[in-house]
């Protein structure tokens, strides 16, 4: 009777970490989930506003220079400006995305922990194992 309700005990912990887990994951995915549709939005009105903006600084730069003899210095040096510019974004980008957190990082942690205290669990156990089959093998002092 006392190992069956030990079993039981031992599985509503096992259901309520498990449960506690799913629903850290769940709410860790809501929060990646609305992460993603923010950067995508922002993505999109950023770039919607840089191309107008482009579009007219490189029509005024031609429009000035058209006359004169410069007017292709003028349009290589600003095709160089835009490749400068889009490069250095580039590597903005490449370093936000290596230097943010690791997506489900305290769903990873709390799973190590719980790892951890499994390893530990077995650990005591092994040697309170041996050290009670140890004090079976020794005889009683009379």
Known sequence: MALGRAVGDLTDTVLSMARTRLELFALETGEQKARLLRLVALLCVMLFFLALAV????????VCFWPTPYRYAALWLMGLLYLVVGL????????????????????????????????????????????GDGARDQEPAS
Not at 55 to 62: E, H, N
Not at 89 to 106: C, G, H, M, N, T
């Open 55 to 62: 579009l007219i600084f490189s029509i005024g730069v031609a």
């Open 88 to 131: 250095g974004f580039a590597w903005a980008l490449r370093v936000r995305l290596r230097d943010d957190p690791v997506p489900y990082s305290a769903t990873l942690d709390e799973l190590r922990r719980d790892a951890a205290l499994i390893a530990r669990w077995r650990a005591s156990g092994a040697a309170g194992a041996e050290s």
